[in-house]
T-cell receptor, first 115, second 115 residues
């Protein structure tokens, strides 16, 4: 069964440094998402992306965050200048079509640790 | 605004006994509802979904859930727990009025299964 893959599984970065989290969605999917889960807290929506544009973003997704699909297969989340509170598990997800009845397929996540 | 409340942070059962994980939702619109499972160090796997068809939904691994509009509930059940069911379970809502899904997660219920 096709999977969403995320790399790296664990990223350790100094505060203030830039970090890029990578995701390869399922190949025929068209809608892409990032979520994060701070340790002990809920999974939170960050951003949705379709047709090379952000379709919706949460208030967490401030100017320090950006997403892009640079080559038609990868979907990346960049944090420009990391803060301690960015430490979390970051999940990428994709769906084949729009519509709230379409289940999202998630990757295994990247654990981001900011020192 | 949409939200879900998972009433138990932890549920402990013995292998072979029934499982009940409780979820109540709040939505201004007719929602889509999902249950996801997260095993340690793994991503979020879809167990089942409700999208306004049958109110009793069957999922993978013997799990099922019943949508009860009058009670705004979507509880997850399984007749007989297996050791491999030990994991974190998330109740998730997606409002039907949006094309792009912004999933809203509950806080999760950790299921512990003892021999």
């Amino acid at each position: 069964e096709p999977e969403v893959t995320q790399t790296p599984s664990h990223q350790v970065t100094q505060m203030g440094q830039e970090v890029i989290l990578r995701c390869v969605p399922i190949s025929n999917h068209l809608y892409f998402y990032w979520y994060r889960q701070i340790l002990g807290q809920k999974v939170e929506f960050l951003v949705s992306f379709y047709n090379n544009e952000i379709s919706e973003k949460s208030e967490i997704f401030d100017d320090q965050f950006s997403v892009e699909r640079p080559d038609g297969s990868n979907f990346t989340l960049k944090i420009r200048s990391t803060k301690l509170e960015d430490s979390a598990m970051y999940f990428c997800a994709s769906t084949i079509a729009s519509g709230s009845n379409q289940p999202q397929h998630f990757g295994d996540g990247t654990r981001l640790s900011i020192l | 605004a949409q939200s879900v409340t998972q009433l138990d942070s932890h549920v402990s059962v013995s292998e072979g006994t029934p499982v009940l994980l409780r979820c109540n939702y709040s939505s201004s619109y007719s929602p889509s509802l999902f249950w996801y499972v997260q095993h340690p160090n793994k991503g979020l796997q879809l167990l089942l979904k409700y999208t306004s068809a049958a109110t009793l939904v069957k999922g993978i691994n013997g799990f099922e859930a019943e949508f009860k509009k009058s009670e705004t509930s979507f509880h997850l059940t399984k007749p007989s727990a297996h050791m491999s069911d030990a994991a974190e379970y998330f109740c998730v809502v997606s409002p039907m009025n949006t094309g792009f899904q912004k999933l809203v997660f509950g806080t999760g219920t950790r299921l512990l299964v003892s021999p």
